[in-house]
C-alpha cells in the first residue's frame, strides 16, 4: 500500500522558516515528479511548487517569489519544502502528491497520490 507521510508542521512566527518532508512508502518514486499544494480554510487547494522526478525543474506558484524551495531525495524516496519568510496568509494544511509524470505539473488532478496533510500556522 502506497503512503505518503507529511511532516514538519507547525506554529511559526511571521517572517521564520519552516522545513516540511515528505516520506513514501509502498513504492519508489524515483521516476515521479512531486508537488507540494496548500488548501486554507474555505478556500481551494492552491498550488505550492511542483520538481520533476531527477530535480532538474521545479515550478512554484505565484505567491511564492523565491521564499520556497523544493528538493528531493530518491534515495531516501523523500520531497522537501523549505519555506523562508513566512507570512500569515501561508497558514494551510500543506500537502505532498506524487504524479505519474516524469516532468512537474500544476494540476493537482495530475496527481495520483496524496498525504494527509501537515498544519502551517504563521501567527502574526
Known amino acids: 500500500q502506497v503512503q505518503l507521510v507529511e511532516s514538519g508542521g507547525g506554529l511559526v512566527q511571521a517572517g521564520g522558516s519552516l522545513r516540511l518532508s515528505c516520506a513514501a512508502s509502498?513504492?519508489?518514486?524515483?521516476?515521479?515528479?512531486w508537488g507540494w499544494f496548500r488548501q486554507a480554510p474555505g478556500k481551494e487547494r492552491e498550488f505550492v511548487g511542483a520538481i520533476s522526478w531527477n530535480g532538474g525543474r521545479q515550478l512554484y506558484g505565484d505567491f511564492v517569489k523565491g521564499r520556497f524551495t523544493i528538493s528531493r531525495d530518491n534515495a531516501k524516496n523523500m520531497v522537501y519544502l523549505e519555506m523562508n519568510s513566512l507570512k500569515p496568509e501561508d497558514t494551510a494544511v500543506y500537502y505532498c502528491?506524487?504524479?505519474?509524470?516524469?516532468?512537474?505539473?500544476?494540476?493537482?488532478?495530475?496527481?495520483?497520490?496524496w498525504g494527509q496533510g501537515t498544519q502551517v500556522t504563521v501567527s502574526a
Open positions: 509502498g513504492r519508489t518514486f524515483s521516476r515521479n515528479a
Open positions: 502528491a506524487a504524479t505519474r509524470r516524469l516532468m512537474s505539473a500544476l494540476n493537482p488532478d495530475e496527481y495520483d497520490f
